[in-house]
Structure formats: structure tokens, C-alpha cells
């Protein structure tokens, strides 16, 4: 399992990817940079890649899961609820591909703003 490193303005994350082909890709990726886009208690950002939903794609999530949205294409950190969320826990727009999950805590990423400076790299 690979581990990454996300950082979002002074605030720095590690994450463990497991092993689907959709981490493989991402892996591949690294590192990538972006600009947060803040949705509820989630973040994305687009990335350069293109891969279809996954047979284990899905909406609910948890926090701290790591997702990679096809129709973006975006990387996405969630952290809570957002406005699509029934519950406390996180849900996404529609379907993503998990590919990891952060191993602290994801909770340390509320209030972050949109357009803040987002890296990912290896750990």
C-alpha cells in the first residue's frame, strides 16, 4: 500500500492508497498540484486523468476517504457532510472511485477556503 502526503495550504495530511487500479493511476500522477474547491466538507480538484466509474464506485463515503470523481475528472478529500449528505457522514455527487483514506485526522481540513494551494505527493 502506498502512502502520499496531501498538503492544503499549512495543513499536512498523510494517506495510505489501496490497491485498485484507480490508486495505481493516481500514483502514477504524483505529484499533482491544484487549487481547492470547497463543497460542503469536501474537497476536489481536477486532475489529468480519465477512467471510468469502478464496479466498487459509490456515494457514501466515509470521513477521511480518498475518491477520484469521473465526471470531474477530480481528486476529492472528504471530511464531513455536503449539501447532498442525508446524514453526518460524507456523501458524494454521484458515484466515486475510493482510493485511499487518510490515516489522521481529515476533520483538521474545515475551513479551508476555495482556491487554496493543494499538493500531492509521495510520502
Do not use: Q
Request: proline share 7%; net charge negative; aromatic share 8%.
Amino acid at each position: 500500500m502506498a502512502k502520499i502526503t496531501i498538503t492544503v495550504d499549512n495543513i499536512t495530511l498523510e494517506a495510505d492508497l489501496n490497491d485498485s487500479l484507480t490508486a495505481e493511476k493516481i500514483a502514477e500522477l504524483l505529484p499533482i498540484e491544484g487549487h481547492a474547491n470547497v463543497w460542503g466538507d469536501e474537497i476536489y480538484f481536477n486532475i489529468p486523468l480519465n477512467l471510468e466509474v469502478d464496479a466498487n464506485a459509490r456515494a457514501d463515503v466515509d470521513v477521511g476517504e480518498l475518491g477520484y470523481w469521473p465526471a470531474g475528472p477530480a481528486f476529492c478529500i472528504f471530511y464531513g457532510p455536503t449539501p447532498v449528505s442525508t446524514d453526518e457522514r460524507p456523501r458524494a455527487y454521484s458515484p466515486v472511485n475510493v482510493f485511499g483514506k487518510i490515516s489522521g485526522d481529515a476533520t483538521r481540513l474545515k475551513g479551508v477556503a476555495n482556491g487554496a494551494a493543494v499538493k500531492v505527493s509521495r510520502a
